[in-house]
């Protein structure tokens, strides 16, 4: 059934780490929901490249475009190659638009896991990919990480002030991350903009 829907609609979700059940049921909730993107938002490995298999030729085969970005577990450069492979979107301080929706975003974490990047790097990427977008009346912003001075601290996960100062000053609609598994789904508003942990079993969101 062709989608004539004018609202974009994602499903996102992150910290899969390579499992395959959980990969399935994503699987299974895109063709459900028939969403016009995936968004795979870090930590999609457990440290394995093997933990890659079936997690996006599923939906390919499905004719569902994805865009993915490294979390902690998985560097830049490896997910730039598994990109590059599947002929996907590497959002790492890249920017794409659907519907006319611009999503821009910056992979790895600023404080935890053996792939940091300075809050220079992080601030520099999402400036970059912004920049490319700018236009757009809509637009989602995508990270692993979460901000700082959010809930999703817990008061001991600190967040990136890299990705708080990018929010106040883009402004998103949205803002889309992973990384703290205790705060699985949890929302909040900073400024405007709604911030999602998307977490491992996902989020459909529409825009």
Known sequence: MENTR????????????????????????????????????????????EATEGLIKTFLDKKTPVAIMSGNHEDSMSTAVLSDIYGITHLHGRS?????????????????????ISEREMADNLKAAHDRISYCKKKIMVTHEHPSESSFELDVFPGSKSIKEAVTQFKPDILLCGHIHECEGVEEIIDETRVINVSKRGRIIEL
Request: aromatic share 8%; charged share 30%.
């Open 96 to 116: 794409i638009s659907y519907k006319g929706v611009g999503i821009f975003g910056s992979g790895g974490t600023t404080q935890i896991g053996p792939h940091r």
């Open 6 to 49: 004018e609202k974009l609609k994602i499903l996102a979700f992150s910290d899969v780490h390579g499992d395959k059940q959980l990969i399935a049921s994503l699987h299974k909730k895109a063709e459900e929901e028939q969403v016009d993107l995936v968004l795979i938002c870090g930590d999609f490995t457990d440290y394995k490249e």
